[in-house]
């Protein structure tokens, strides 16, 4: 879903699709890959969209989608997971803010960042035609399902040195 004030997209099906065929060819192994932390299975029952697509993993569950937000202005809200629902209602609240979308399997544990992008008011602004105001920087990552990608990552490449 593409909102009107969403832009600096990136998106990691990249990173996704070359994580997955290291484990269907077994260089990585599957508890390496289904380590989503409670915190983060917690988000995903309580405020997670769900999806159509079947976990790349198990194959028995339907992935689940998380949106983690960070921004200044969320204060005490920064790093809190929101419906999708909300999202729009805070973009025309906030001037900025990041969204990271992490999909989630609840069953086994899969878990993986999706897609980063920025919300708010001051999207309106650029997208005006003649507008020279630039976007702000990206605002520090944290969370759960960072945590959870950077360490999975960090074990991936120990074990390759090793």
Aim: hydrophobic share 35%.
């Amino acid at each position: 879903m593409r909102m009107r004030t969403q832009r600096q997209v990136v998106d990691y099906s990249l990173q996704k699709r070359a994580l997955l065929r290291e484990v269907y060819s077994g260089r990585v192994g599957v508890y390496e890959v289904c380590d989503a932390s409670p915190y983060l299975k917690n988000a995903a029952r309580f405020h997670g969209e769900p999806t159509d697509v079947r976990c790349p993993v198990c194959r028995r569950e339907n992935l689940t989608h998380v949106h983690y937000i960070y921004g200044d202005e969320l204060k005490q809200s920064a790093g809190q997971a929101r419906k999708l629902a909300e999202l729009p209602v805070l973009a025309m609240t906030l001037r900025e803010f990041q969204v990271y979308v992490v999909e989630v399997c609840r069953g086994c544990g899969w878990n993986h960042l999706v897609q980063q992008f920025l919300l708010g008011r001051d999207g309106l602004a650029a997208a005006e035609p003649g507008s020279t105001r630039r976007a702000a920087g990206q605002v520090a990552a944290g969370g759960a399902a960072e945590r959870d990608s950077s360490a999975r990552e960090a074990r991936r490449r120990r074990g390759a040195e090793g």
